[in-house]
């Protein structure tokens, strides 16, 4: 069991680009989360998603949109990527949607945008 | 929404010395209160959580402590060693699946010196 699984790994990406970020589950969680983590800001909630097909906006949401087209998937996308999104960004999952739950975080996907 | 502030951003303490890490939060209807410790490099990963119809829980060297009437909680980390340097984070949650969604604290950085 994978868990759950993100990519890139990292990535350059000039400032204009659209950028999409991969985010998969194996453990069939109802539950996941997009996450920015800044050097002394902690996590912040980009988007998150209750269940397959329903989607809400995080603390941080402008400039992401996500999608969640089935239980495993979860992508993330920058429709034009700004050097204030250079981040690491961390997708998490949840058995449930209440936020009362263990989170299980991926790897996390460093993102660099000049 | 949610605010929760974390106390210190960071902790030295020598190893064999007790941590203790501080939490509030302004929502009171939060009723799950988990902790997430994140080694250099790594994702974070949940140590210990606790929810409002309980004071206090243990699991070996950790615990955790709630004051639902102050809105505060805190992680206790006693005989510390080198390997629990890293960045701890709290968190709170209503568990109102309408909402879906933790809160994180900005984070504490411990670090034991041996």
């Known amino acids: 069991i994978a868990g759950i699984t993100q990519a890139p790994t990292s990535q350059i990406l000039a400032a204009g680009r659209r950028m999409t970020l991969r985010c998969t589950q194996d453990?069939?969680?109802?539950?996941m989360y997009w996450y920015r983590q800044d050097l002394g800001l902690g996590l912040r909630l980009i988007h998150y998603s209750n269940t397959a097909g329903t989607t809400g906006k995080g603390e941080v949401p402008d400039g992401y949109s996500v999608s969640r087209a089935n239980t495993d998937d979860f992508p993330l996308t920058l429709a034009s990527a700004v050097p204030s999104q250079t981040s690491v960004y961390f997708c998490?999952?949840?058995?449930?949607?209440?936020?009362?739950?263990?989170?299980?975080f991926g790897p996390g996907t460093r993102l660099t945008v000049l | 929404g949610e605010n929760v502030e974390q106390h210190p951003s960071t902790l030295s303490v020598q190893e064999g010395d007790s941590a203790v890490i501080k939490c509030t939060y302004s929502d009171s209807a939060s009723n799950y209160f988990p902790w997430y410790k994140q080694e250099l490099g790594k994702r974070p990963q949940l140590i210990i959580d606790?929810?409002?119809?309980?004071g206090e829980k243990k699991d070996q060297r950790i615990a955790v402590t709630l004051n639902k009437t102050a809105k505060h909680f805190s992680l206790h980390i006693t005989e510390t060693q080198p390997e629990d340097s890293a960045v701890y984070f709290c968190a709170a949650s209503t568990g109102d699946t309408n909402a879906g969604k933790s809160t994180f604290g900005d984070g504490t950085t411990l670090t034991v010196k041996p």
């Open positions: 606790i929810r409002s119809n309980v």
């Open positions: 998490a999952s949840s058995d449930d949607g209440s936020g009362a739950d263990t989170q299980y």
């Open positions: 453990m069939r969680h109802n539950a």
